[in-house]
Nanobody
Protein backbone atom coordinates (compact mmCIF):
# COMPACT_ATOMS: atom_id res chain seq x y z
CA UNK A 1 0.00 0.00 0.00
CA UNK A 2 1.29 3.43 -0.95
CA UNK A 3 0.06 6.67 0.55
CA UNK A 4 0.67 10.15 -0.81
CA UNK A 5 -0.08 13.14 1.39
CA UNK A 6 0.18 16.80 0.40
CA UNK A 7 0.11 19.84 2.64
CA UNK A 8 0.73 23.56 2.50
CA UNK A 9 -2.12 24.97 0.47
CA UNK A 10 -4.08 27.99 1.52
CA UNK A 11 -5.46 31.42 0.68
CA UNK A 12 -2.92 34.05 -0.32
CA UNK A 13 -2.80 37.34 -2.17
CA UNK A 14 -1.29 37.85 -5.59
CA UNK A 15 2.46 38.25 -5.27
CA UNK A 16 2.66 36.11 -2.14
CA UNK A 17 4.49 32.81 -1.75
CA UNK A 18 3.52 29.34 -0.60
CA UNK A 19 5.37 26.10 -0.03
CA UNK A 20 3.69 22.80 -0.77
CA UNK A 21 4.98 19.54 0.64
CA UNK A 22 4.40 15.93 -0.33
CA UNK A 23 5.35 12.77 1.49
CA UNK A 24 4.92 9.28 0.13
CA UNK A 25 5.02 6.21 2.32
CA UNK A 26 4.60 2.50 1.93
CA UNK A 27 6.46 -0.34 0.29
CA UNK A 28 8.15 1.80 -2.34
CA UNK A 29 10.93 0.20 -4.28
CA UNK A 30 11.51 2.77 -6.99
CA UNK A 31 9.77 5.30 -9.19
CA UNK A 32 10.39 7.00 -12.51
CA UNK A 33 9.48 10.51 -11.40
CA UNK A 34 7.84 12.59 -8.69
CA UNK A 35 6.15 15.88 -9.23
CA UNK A 36 3.16 18.19 -9.09
CA UNK A 37 0.10 18.72 -11.23
CA UNK A 38 -2.74 21.16 -10.74
CA UNK A 39 -6.35 21.28 -11.73
CA UNK A 40 -9.06 23.89 -11.88
CA UNK A 41 -12.65 22.70 -11.81
CA UNK A 42 -13.87 21.98 -15.32
CA UNK A 43 -10.40 21.88 -16.82
CA UNK A 44 -7.91 19.05 -17.41
CA UNK A 45 -5.21 18.37 -14.87
CA UNK A 46 -1.96 19.97 -16.03
CA UNK A 47 1.69 19.44 -15.26
CA UNK A 48 3.33 22.01 -13.00
CA UNK A 49 6.75 20.50 -12.37
CA UNK A 50 8.35 17.09 -12.24
CA UNK A 51 11.72 15.61 -11.30
CA UNK A 52 12.78 12.46 -13.09
CA UNK A 53 14.87 9.81 -11.39
CA UNK A 54 17.72 10.90 -13.65
CA UNK A 55 17.60 14.34 -12.09
CA UNK A 56 16.02 16.07 -15.06
CA UNK A 57 13.50 18.74 -14.03
CA UNK A 58 10.64 19.90 -16.20
CA UNK A 59 8.47 22.94 -15.52
CA UNK A 60 5.35 24.16 -17.19
CA UNK A 61 6.06 27.36 -19.10
CA UNK A 62 3.50 29.22 -17.00
CA UNK A 63 5.48 28.68 -13.79
CA UNK A 64 9.09 28.86 -14.98
CA UNK A 65 11.07 31.35 -12.94
CA UNK A 66 8.43 31.50 -10.20
CA UNK A 67 8.06 27.93 -8.93
CA UNK A 68 10.81 25.65 -7.72
CA UNK A 69 10.50 21.90 -7.22
CA UNK A 70 12.75 19.75 -5.12
CA UNK A 71 12.54 16.00 -4.68
CA UNK A 72 14.34 13.66 -2.36
CA UNK A 73 14.01 10.29 -4.04
CA UNK A 74 15.63 8.56 -1.09
CA UNK A 75 13.00 9.90 1.30
CA UNK A 76 10.15 9.97 -1.22
CA UNK A 77 9.36 13.58 -0.47
CA UNK A 78 8.77 16.55 -2.71
CA UNK A 79 8.31 20.25 -2.17
CA UNK A 80 7.06 22.96 -4.47
CA UNK A 81 7.97 26.56 -3.70
CA UNK A 82 5.48 28.92 -5.28
CA UNK A 83 6.65 32.53 -5.54
CA UNK A 84 5.02 35.61 -7.02
CA UNK A 85 1.68 33.84 -7.17
CA UNK A 86 -0.86 34.99 -9.72
CA UNK A 87 -4.62 34.59 -9.66
CA UNK A 88 -4.36 32.04 -12.46
CA UNK A 89 -2.21 29.83 -10.20
CA UNK A 90 -5.25 29.14 -8.05
CA UNK A 91 -6.03 25.43 -8.31
CA UNK A 92 -5.93 22.15 -6.48
CA UNK A 93 -2.36 20.92 -6.53
CA UNK A 94 -1.70 17.19 -6.67
CA UNK A 95 1.49 15.35 -5.88
CA UNK A 96 2.15 12.40 -8.14
CA UNK A 97 4.51 9.46 -8.12
CA UNK A 98 5.05 8.24 -11.65
CA UNK A 99 5.96 4.68 -12.54
CA UNK A 100 6.17 3.52 -8.95
CA UNK A 101 7.21 -0.07 -8.28
CA UNK A 102 6.11 -1.61 -5.03
CA UNK A 103 8.57 -3.76 -3.14
CA UNK A 104 7.96 -7.38 -3.97
CA UNK A 105 6.15 -6.63 -7.21
CA UNK A 106 8.87 -6.08 -9.80
CA UNK A 107 7.77 -5.26 -13.32
CA UNK A 108 4.53 -3.65 -12.21
CA UNK A 109 4.71 0.14 -12.32
CA UNK A 110 1.80 2.39 -11.44
CA UNK A 111 1.11 6.07 -10.92
CA UNK A 112 -0.07 7.28 -7.54
CA UNK A 113 -1.77 10.55 -6.62
CA UNK A 114 -2.37 12.45 -3.43
CA UNK A 115 -5.73 13.87 -2.44
CA UNK A 116 -4.73 17.37 -3.45
CA UNK A 117 -4.20 20.63 -1.62
CA UNK A 118 -6.08 23.78 -2.56
CA UNK A 119 -4.28 27.00 -3.42
CA UNK A 120 -6.44 30.10 -3.71
CA UNK A 121 -4.93 33.36 -4.91
CA UNK A 122 -6.86 36.58 -4.48
CA UNK A 123 -6.06 39.50 -6.72
Amino acid sequence: QVQVVESGGGLVHAGDSLRLSCAASGNIDSMYAMGWYRQVAGKPRELVAVVLRSGTINYADAVKGRFTISVDHAKNTATLQLNNLKSEDGATYYCTLVGLVVTGAPGVAMDYWGQGTLVTVSS
